[in-house]
């Protein structure tokens, strides 16, 4: 294999297919990055065998065709380092000699005939806006379980309905739902709609190092793949073989009260007095039709108050959360003015932007929060 490369294009399509090189590889060959030189192109490619990412190498000469593997870690911080010059690859049978202007590396070649093949991309089921979904998978992801002896509560949980696309996380404490518009390939009914779980850690690295403006997704016979493509790079995940958690019964709006605040000082008022929370265990939100007073701390090791302004409807009520989950979806929430509806203080309560959108349709961001029971 030889082949000349930009050194920008080298180093960006490293950029997608280095998430899917796995840290602790189960095999040496899967710590290495396949690079693929055919008569008029070339290509990177990474596979760990639950997520695989394969990218085009763009404005590529191809002197002569082959395929090579070498270590994934050290190839893409090599590409980082090179100057601004035209990238020489060449494959000498035992190394691959990468030579950037007055910079020279070699590597040593891996075993490119033991590399597993790559899954074939599923068929399109649809396509939705990049930046949107990328967005979508940020807010939900932050509410998905880290137990590992939990596994469903590990990912977001992805449906396909015939108008929107919803994405769903819990970790049993608080449940993040987004919903976004898409194109379906085919028709869908709402009678059945078809969902995967997606590991979430997976899918966010992964849907931020594709880009373009339009994303497709697709899914494999069974659901067994997750196939993401956009412009010249592809990836696909492997989705976890498991019913997720029921929510739906979340989503009808029930409330007792409900509190409207500015989302910027709610957030900044939490930080301040959770620093006195009991190993960050609660903070109280004394709700009034007058102003909102939030607290923490005993008397033993400090306490801390605040008070700030919004809008209260309903009979005084003093509700507690855990103030990092709190944040959390105050920070997802991206909103100016944030609405807080409440049923009492022990039954959930939901968060989500105070106003509709320009187009007159709410936000399809919605978090729901458990509050931690007073004594």
């Given at each position: 294999m030889k082949i000349r490369v930009e050194r920008d294009c080298l180093t960006e399509a490293l950029s997608?297919?280095?998430?899917?090189?796995?840290?602790?590889?189960?095999?040496?060959?899967?710590?290495g990055i396949r690079i693929r030189a055919e008569a008029n192109s070339a290509s990177v490619a990474a596979f760990d065998y639950e997520i695989s990412s394969h990218a085009a190498i763009s404005g590529t000469e191809v002197s002569e065709p082959g395929e090579v593997l070498v270590s994934g870690r050290l190839l893409t911080e090599i590409a980082k380092s090179l100057p601004a010059?035209?990238?020489?690859?060449?494959d000498s049978?035992?190394?691959?000699?990468?030579?950037?202007?007055?910079?020279?590396?070699?590597?040593?070649?891996?075993?490119?005939?033991?590399?597993?093949?790559?899954?074939?991309?599923?068929?399109?089921?649809?396509?939705?806006?990049?930046?949107?979904?990328?967005?979508?998978?940020t807010q939900v992801a932050v509410a998905a379980g880290k137990d590992d002896t939990l596994p469903m509560l590990l990912g977001i949980n992805l449906e396909f309905h015939a108008d929107f696309l919803r994405l769903v996380s819990t970790d049993r404490f608080r449940i993040a739902i987004r919903e976004l518009d898409w194109q379906p390939s085919t028709p869908i009914t709402d009678d059945q709609p078809a969902t995967v779980l997606i590991p979430a850690r997976a899918l966010a690295d992964t849907s931020r190092a594709l880009s373009g403006s339009q994303l497709e997704i697709a899914c494999g016979p069974?659901?067994?793949?997750?196939?993401?493509?956009?412009?010249?790079?592809?990836?696909?995940?492997?989705t976890l073989d498991m019913a997720y958690a029921p929510y739906q019964g979340y989503l009808v709006d029930r409330r007792t009260a409900t509190a409207r605040f500015p989302s910027a000082a709610l957030a900044d008022a939490v930080k301040r007095v959770s620093l006195l929370s009991t190993r960050g265990a609660q903070v109280q939100l004394a709700c009034t039709?007058?102003?909102?007073?939030?607290?923490?701390?005993?008397?033993?090791?400090?306490?801390?108050?605040?008070?700030?302004?919004?809008?209260?409807?309903?009979?005084?009520?003093?509700?507690?959360?855990?103030?990092?989950?709190?944040?959390?979806?105050?920070?997802?929430?991206?909103t100016e003015t944030v609405e807080l509806a409440l049923n009492g203080p022990s039954r959930a309560a939901v968060l989500r932007p105070?106003?509709?959108?320009?187009?007159?349709?709410?936000?399809?961001?919605?978090?729901?929060?458990?509050?931690?029971?007073?004594?």
């Open positions: 997608v297919v280095g998430p899917a090189v796995p840290r602790r590889p189960s095999v040496p060959v899967l710590a010059h035209p990238v020489d690859l060449c049978g035992e190394q691959l000699e990468i030579v950037c202007g007055p910079a020279r590396f070699t590597l040593p070649l891996m075993a490119v005939e033991d590399y597993p093949e790559l899954p074939p991309q599923p068929p399109t089921t649809g396509t939705v806006d990049y930046t949107e979904f990328c967005d979508a998978v069974a659901q067994t793949v997750l196939g993401l493509a956009s412009d010249s790079r592809r990836a696909t995940l492997r039709a007058e102003k909102t007073r939030l607290t923490a701390g005993n008397d033993s090791e400090g306490n801390a108050e605040e008070t700030i302004a919004g809008e209260f409807d309903g009979d005084p009520l003093t509700v507690a959360f855990n103030p990092r989950y709190l944040l959390d979806g105050l920070t997802a929430m991206r105070a106003h509709p959108n320009p187009a007159g349709q709410r936000d399809g961001f919605v978090y729901v929060l458990m509050p931690i029971r007073l004594p």
